[in-house]
């Protein structure tokens, strides 16, 4: 399966929306992705991960890098996973939790969640 990321924007929020598999071919367009966004001067990154079936250590490996490249510039990085998902949770999710490195992100339902639109609905 080919990897595909939509780029969109809510607020001052860019979301990269992946959906396929992450792994050593397909996550340098993510890591790319991140970098573009990073040198357009978009310091507010939510990576979609609920499209994602499958993620091996390559993709892991981007996520972690594009958190730090994301704290070097004062920026946010947010994933989604959703808690449930065909079997019982998204697959990154359970690869995340399982290397012990889940506890390292902000993790969110949903992009409205993610983006505080949820806050802004509620508020107004």
């Known amino acids: 399966m080919t990897l595909t990321v939509d780029e969109a924007g809510h607020g001052a929020w860019t979301v990269l929306s992946v959906q396929g ?9 993510v890591r790319r992705r991140v970098h573009d966004a990073v040198a357009e001067g978009r310091r507010d990154l939510v990576l979609d991960l609920s499209g994602v079936q499958f993620c091996d250590s390559s993709g892991v490996g981007v996520l972690i ?9 004062r920026g946010r990085l947010r994933l989604i996973l959703p808690a449930r998902g065909a ?3 998204s697959h990154v999710n359970r690869v995340l939790a399982a290397l012990g490195v889940r506890r390292l ?9 993610a983006t505080g639109e949820e ?3 509620l508020s107004a």
């Open 21 to 29: 598999e992450l792994d050593l071919v397909s996550s340098p367009v």
């Open 65 to 73: 890098a594009s958190r730090r490249l994301l704290h070097s510039c």
């Open 119 to 121: 806050d802004e609905q």
């Open 105 to 113: 992100f902000s993790v969110y339902a949903d992009v409205a969640a």
């Open 87 to 89: 079997v019982e949770g």
